[in-house]
């Protein structure tokens, strides 16, 4: 029931509460689902893959990109300086560097970085060095070739992108709470749409809306559409569960909203009421009747659709409807994590079948 909490191994080992925040739509709110340096690490390669869209990035004059991406060097320093005694230790970058499943940088590596960027490898670590190599590491990520500017020579560049090249283990990490967390089979997850990130400054918001449409006959998904090689009159994205993330902890405002979950406050779904439009999220967020307050590393999760009664998906959920209310100060940072499935079982189990190809 609505306020119930589980404990639910995402982790192995480790248990994290699953609250039920509602049952229509049947909506759960998970604390610490992500950590702060993951939520970090996906706002940074957020903010690069803008910046590498507007054609800014590769550049020499990466001092100015990095200015533009707001990660400064004090916070990559920061980050990696965990007793924060302003120096970098040999240990603290190794720390940092556990990235991988199974391809660890070894204290040899590191050294050879550390004597690469001109810095004691027991004392000091040069900061701008260091900056350079997490430019590596995130161009790497992002399959761009990687920008090596200035005194990084490219046989230590590329000593550091091999590292990077288990950077995307951390996805995977993330993908298996997801699973765990939906008891969705990997096939679903791990082909759905790629995570979504979205920023809100000062004033923002989200008018409610549902992430997914309605489905008829004559609907396609986005995702099976291609396999399915029919010619429909609609499509939809048939986003079957939404797994949203808190990145940032907000200032002011900035709630999530569901303004007619579990019908509790008002009598009818009727969404206009005296005049009030409950799906406008600058004005009336606070007439509705169900809001999460952003907290950094917290997950959301949702299904955009009820069940068929025959273990597949069936109609969509309009109490789902949702929004993103109003930043009243600072800026919001949120990922959605979107599952898709056809509410057509031949259509995904054939969409299945030709990804595995
Ligand atoms: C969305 C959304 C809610 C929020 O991005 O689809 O509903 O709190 N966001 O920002
Ligand atoms: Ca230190
Ligand atoms: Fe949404």
């Known amino acids: 029931q609505v306020g119930h909490t589980q404990r639910v191994e995402l982790v192995p080992g480790r248990a994290h509460a699953v609250r039920t925040l509602s049952l229509k739509p049947l909506l759960f709110e998970i604390p610490d689902f992500l950590t702060e340096e993951e939520c970090k690490l996906i706002v940074h390669l957020a903010k690069l893959k803008g910046l590498q869209k507007s054609q800014i990035l590769p550049t020499e004059d990466y001092e100015e990109a990095m200015e533009m991406i707001e990660i400064s060097q004090m916070d990559i320093f920061n980050l990696l300086d965990h007793n924060q005694d302003g120096q970098l230790q040999l240990k603290e970058v190794l720390t940092h560097t556990r990235l991988g499943n199974g391809r660890w940088m070894t204290p040899e590596n590191i050294r050879e970085m550390y004597t690469a960027v001109k810095a004691d490898p027991d004392g000091n670590g040069n900061r701008a060095g260091i900056q350079q190599y997490w430019v590596c590491c995130l161009s790497e990520l992002l399959s761009q070739p990687v920008v090596?500017?200035?005194?990084?020579?490219?046989?230590?560049?590329?000593?550091?992108?091999?590292?990077?090249?288990?950077?995307?283990?951390?996805?995977?990490?993330?993908?298996?709470?997801?699973?765990?967390?939906?008891r969705l089979p990997p096939e679903i997850v791990e082909?759905?749409?790629?995570?979504?990130?979205?920023?809100?400054?000062?004033?923002?918001?989200?008018?409610?809306?549902?992430?997914?449409?309605?489905?008829?006959?004559?609907?396609?998904?986005?995702?099976?559409?291609?396999?399915?090689?029919e010619s429909a009159p609609f499509e939809t994205s048939c986003r079957y569960v939404t797994v949203l993330f808190y990145l940032n902890n907000v200032t002011g405002g900035g709630e999530t909203v569901f303004p007619i979950a579990d019908n509790r406050t008002y009598e009818e779904m009727s969404l206009i009421q005296?005049?009030?439009?409950?799906?406008?999220t600058r004005k009336n967020c606070d007439k509705g009747n169900l809001r999460v307050k952003p907290q950094q590393g917290t997950a959301v999760f949702w299904y955009n659709y009820l069940s068929d009664g025959e273990g597949w998906v069936g109609e969509l959920d309009d109490f789902a409807l949702h929004g993103g209310c109003l930043v009243t100060q600072g800026t919001k940072w949120i990922a959605n994590n979107w599952i898709n499935v056809d509410p057509n079982r031949r259509r995904q189990q054939q969409f299945q079948q030709e990804m595995e190809r």
């Open 191 to 229: 082909h759905s749409e790629p995570l979504q990130v979205v920023r809100y400054d000062q004033g923002g918001h989200y008018h409610a809306h549902m992430d997914s449409g309605p489905v008829f006959p004559e609907t396609a998904c986005s995702h099976t559409k291609l396999v399915a090689n």
């Open 274 to 280: 005296n005049d009030i439009d409950l799906r406008d």
């Open 148 to 182: 090596c500017a200035g005194q990084l020579r490219a046989v230590h560049c590329m000593l550091v992108s091999e590292t990077c090249a288990s950077l995307p283990s951390s996805r995977k990490r993330k993908q298996q709470r997801v699973m765990r967390l939906t």
